[in-house]
């Protein structure tokens, strides 16, 4: 009999969401059990976070000095490692606090903050060790998340369609919510995945899968701009739940930056605009 695939599910800094979305997957999450074998999963019972396995998937952004080194541990013990979702790909809606005085908030929210071990900043599972695939999502698609460990089974890495939230709109038969309703909407820049669930319901996309591959986040920015979305609220758009991704947290930044300048008051000596002979 052929040996059953050893996996592991292990979670850092999150909200569990990514773990629950292996749990929702119900029967499906039942008929991989019989052909994997879970030694550690503590949403789901078993408990051994030390084991060799030969698939790791991890859960959360990495916040401790703790955390940094059980990530290692994990890497170690692991012949792959995968990083499930947001917070496992790019630090996810923790990584807001990297923009922020993160100490100076600890130290308002805490009596004692020396005794934390927080990190000056929230990143991600591949800021410290390789890592062999990345479930994007906020959270992680369940079926996806099954998919690529019955790939591990067949022997060969799951494939990841690169692809933007619009094609998943089109395939459905959506209206686009920015040109139909001037909704603001990531979905040109963001990596699909999700089956365009929020443009379905009317809705904008809001980024959850991250940035797709050469995201030309500039120029949607600039006609979000041209349909009355102010620099503050762009800034919020981008930055929300991937402040550490590259291609996003450089346009929501940029933005940010952007709503400071026209919140200053004039400077002694210059003209307002608009001012001449």
């Keep these: 009999m052929a040996r ?7 979670k850092f800094s999150s909200c569990d969401g990514c773990q629950l979305a292996f749990l929702n997957a119900g029967e499906a999450l039942l ?9 550690h999963f503590l949403e ?5 976070e030390e084991a060799r396995v030969d698939v790791a998937f991890v859960e959360g952004g990495v916040s ?33 606090r990297n923009l922020a005085d993160g100490r100076g908030w600890l130290a308002r929210s805490y009596p004692h903050p020396e005794w ?9 599972l591949a800021t410290h060790v390789p890592v062999d695939l990345e479930l994007p999502g906020c959270p992680v698609s369940g079926p996806a998340a099954l998919e690529a460990a019955a790939a591990f ?21 959506l209206a686009c919510v920015v040109v139909a309703r001037g909704e603001p909407c990531l979905g040109p820049v ?3 995945g999700c089956g365009a669930l929020c443009p379905a319901a009317g809705r904008g996309c809001y980024g959850c899968y ?19 979305l102010e620099p503050e609220a762009l800034a919020r758009l981008f930055l929300a739940i991937h402040a550490a991704a590259p291609a996003f947290r450089e346009e929501g930044l940029r933005w940010r930056q952007a709503a400071c300048e026209a919140r200053l008051p004039p400077r002694a000596g210059d003209e307002p605009l608009g001012a001449g002979p």
């Design 4 to 10: 059953r695939l050893r996996v592991a599910v292990h």
């Design 31 to 39: 008929a991989l059990a019989e052909r994997v074998e879970l030694v």
């Design 44 to 48: 789901a019972g078993p408990a051994d």
């Design 64 to 96: 401790t000095r703790e955390e940094v080194e059980r990530l290692h541990r994990i890497r170690d013990q692991s012949r792959v490692l995968v990083a499930l979702g947001a917070c496992a790909g790019s630090g996810g809606l923790q990584a807001l």
């Design 116 to 124: 934390l071990d927080a990190l000056p900043e929230v990143t991600s």
């Design 153 to 173: 089974l067949r022997g060969a890495p799951p494939e990841r369609p690169r692809e933007k939230v619009c094609l998943e709109c089109r395939r459905r038969g």
């Design 190 to 192: 963001t990596e699909a």
């Design 210 to 228: 991250g940035p797709a591959e050469r995201p030309a986040t500039s120029a949607l920015a600039a006609r979000l701009r041209e349909l009355g």
